[in-house]
T-cell receptor, first 117, second 113 residues
Framework: ETGVTQTPRHLVMGMTNKKSLKCEQHLGHNAMYWYKQSAKKPLELMFVYNFKEQTENNSVPSRFSPECPNSSHLFLHLHTLQPEDSALYLC????????????????FGPGTRLTVL | GEDVEQSLFLSVREGDSSVINCTYTDSSSTYLYWYKQEPGAGLQLLTYIFSNMDMKQDQRLTVLLNKKDKHLSLRIADTQTGDSAIYFCAESGAGSNTGKLIFGQGTTLQVKP
């Protein structure tokens, strides 16, 4: 596979469930990102990892827990979510560090559509 | 704080030009970007402009940057039905060393045949 892949593509969970979203990039990148996309709202950056270290946490509630075991994989662990957490969760990767394109162009996965009942 | 704003919807006829506008607040952004999101897909970088430029042209796309007014626009010439998508404006976050981007809420472009 190439690019950025995300699994599952769709997820329905209850408020008491625990689930995980997975992102994998095959681009040799060193930075990975989680974004939340809700209808008619700006894309919200949640977390940034550079070289496996978390470098940004955008005041995300603790019911979202990221994990980056290596530069190619990124997880988002979910527990006791609320209905307002229903959204499209997008993963992206880029070369890493500061600087602009083309090195630091962000490549996005197709997202996981999450519904919390 | 950093903020990027766009109108939510634009409808044009096939063959017309489309102009999508964006305003941003951070004057120290080094790069400004336009991303495209097709249904069921993630975002794809369309084009970008360095902050010391005022125009960039790439085939049917023209980006105009007015730094004084903090206004960015994307013009699509000869718009096709395949251009129907959501277009996001983004700026590079000030003082960030993480490649952080600040996105607008996206403009849905509808192209009528």
């Amino acid at each position: 596979e190439t690019g950025v892949t995300q699994t599952p593509r769709h997820l329905v969970m209850g408020m008491t469930n625990k689930k995980s979203l997975k992102c994998e990039q095959h681009l040799g990148h060193n930075a990975m990102y989680w974004y939340k996309q809700s209808a008619k709202k700006p894309l919200e950056l949640m977390f940034v990892y550079n070289f496996k270290e978390q470098t940004e946490n955008n005041s995300v509630p603790s019911r979202f827990s990221p994990e980056c075991p290596n530069s190619s994989h990124l997880f988002l662990h979910l527990h006791t979510l609320q209905p307002e957490d229903s959204a499209l969760y997008l993963c992206a990767s880029s070369g890493g560090g500061s600087g602009g394109p083309p090195y630091n162009e962000q490549f996005f996965g197709p997202g996981t559509r999450l519904t919390v009942l | 704080g950093e903020d990027v704003e766009q109108s939510l919807f634009l409808s044009v006829r096939e063959g017309d030009s489309s102009v999508i506008n964006c305003t941003y607040t951070d004057s120290s952004s080094t790069y400004l970007y336009w991303y495209k999101q097709e249904p069921g897909a993630g975002l794809q970088l369309l084009t970008y402009i360095f902050s010391n430029m005022d125009m960039k042209q790439d085939q049917r796309l023209t980006v105009l940057l007015n730094k004084k007014d903090k206004h960015l626009s994307l013009r699509i010439a000869d718009t096709q039905t395949g251009d129907s998508a959501i277009y996001f404006c983004a700026e590079s976050g000030a003082g960030s060393n993480t490649g952080k981007l600040i996105f607008g809420q996206g403009t849905t472009l509808q192209v009528k045949p």
